[in-house]
């Protein structure tokens, strides 16, 4: 969509601080709740994609551009968009605190921190391998912070968003023939069609004894009995997550991997530091919504088919 002079009408199902709205001064604005014609005649979507759902989509007969404040989509109800619509993720919105809370697991597992009252060989990862799944946003900024402990990044994507980061990169075809090379690998991939399960068991028991497995994308993307299995047969290999699985349409934190001592997870809150609120979301996404208006150019464009 160009740039147009009418005023495009925009709905977001949140309400938007002061500095989200100013960004959006040039939008016709309507915030939480509005009446049927507004809602068809709105152009975009701001909007976390669990709030919507088929009947508030099949009502936005005008929608051109959903942008939601969250870094996935894969709650978005993608069959109920009108055809044609654009889709944009806030994946940079969460770019450093995520990879942050990645690193914090990945250190933390590979020092033991994650066990209670038991006494282990702490693990170095200075100089060692890291194969980063997911070189996105977040999945680079894991490759920048690991050149601090001079480690050699192997990087495993459909595309990559800071290629000089990685002294290696391979597609994710090529993830089977390379796991083994790394000590320690972060997933953040986005989930769709294609990483549904991508990490199983057979893959897992590709990689090395004594790897350390942090994932910060979604919790579908590892598959759960696989990695149950993997777990158990391999006693020196670690897993930390942020991410669970989903059951009826919510995630779910209870697994039989919690009983396991080569196992550690905190609940999905690697994208929020506590004392910090969701204000600096709302704003990415606010302007990346304006950019799209100014150049037709935002960032972090989805390509819907994945998820169809």
């Not at 989509?73 to 968009?81: C, N, Q």
């Not at 320690?184 to 069609?193: E, G, N, Q, R």
């Not at 549904?196 to 004894?209: H, Q, S, T």
């Not at 930390?240 to 550690?264: I, K, Q, S």
Request: glycine share 8%.
């Amino acid at each position: 969509m160009s740039p147009t002079s009418a005023s495009p009408k925009l709905f977001v199902t949140d309400t938007l601080p002061q500095q989200a709205r100013d960004i959006l001064s040039d939008f016709e604005v309507h915030e939480s709740s509005a009446d049927d014609q507004v809602l068809a005649e709105c152009q975009v979507l701001l909007c976390w994609p669990t709030r919507a759902k088929a009947d508030l989509l099949q009502k936005m007969k005008s929608l051109k551009v959903v942008q939601t404040m969250s870094a996935g989509i894969d709650d978005l109800d993608i069959r109920s968009l009108p055809p044609g619509t654009q889709v944009f993720s806030n994946a940079g919105a969460f770019t450093g605190t995520v990879a942050e809370h990645a690193w914090g697991m990945l250190l933390g597992v590979a020092k033991g921190i994650h066990l209670r009252n038991q006494k282990t060989a702490p693990r170095s990862l200075r100089g060692k391998s890291l194969l980063v799944l997911g070189a996105g946003s977040i999945g680079s900024e894991v490759a920048r912070l690991s050149k601090s402990l001079e480690m050699e990044t192997l990087g495993v994507s459909r595309s990559f968003r800071s290629p000089e980061l990685f002294d290696e990169r391979v597609p994710v075809a090529a993830l089977p023939d390379v796991i083994g090379k790394a000590d320690a690998m972060v997933i953040a991939l986005p989930l769709s069609k294609g990483t549904r399960g991508l990490v199983g068991y057979d893959l897992l028991a590709r990689a090395k004894e004594m790897v350390m497995v942090v994932n910060v994308g979604r919790g579908e993307i590892v598959d759960e009995a696989g990695l149950l299995r993997w777990l158990k047969e391999r006693r020196e290999s670690r897993y930390a997550t942020d991410v669970f699985w989903v059951t009826g349409g919510r995630e779910r934190f209870a697994t039989d991997a919690w009983e396991l001592p080569n196992f550690a997870g905190t609940l999905h809150v690697s994208g929020v530091p506590v004392g910090e609120d969701l204000v600096g979301a709302k704003v990415a996404a606010a302007w990346n919504v304006r950019r799209y208006f100014e150049s037709g150019a935002a960032l972090n464009r989805v390509d819907v088919g994945e998820y169809l």
